[in-house]
């Protein structure tokens, strides 16, 4: 797992109350898939441990989508040193998921 930085791609809730929304995706490299978490540029300061909500956000997407269908899917739609998109999740800090918008790679 790997979290990404706020920058290109990485969704901006500023200060809303009911959660914060992190881009997910799947990133190619060629020897590995990544899993990514785009954090956004305003997160709520509830958030102390980085590794602790790319690990939350990771379990969601994973209990959502079949991690096996989806990886396969992404082996076939992305390029090496591209990354596939997978939607978001919305999240507090609390861990409760307000959110999530999460499809495999369309084929």
Known sequence: MEGVPTGDG????????DGDT???GVHV???????VVHVPSEIDSGWSDPDEFQRLIEEVTWDTLDQRATLQAVARTTAEGETATLGTV????????????LAPPEE
């Open 10 to 17: 990485a969704p901006d809730t500023g200060d809303d109350p």
């Open 22 to 24: 992190f881009g997910v």
């Open 29 to 35: 490299t060629s020897e590995e898939f990544r899993f």
């Open 90 to 101: 919305t999240m507090r800090p609390d861990g409760e998921v307000v959110d999530r918008s």
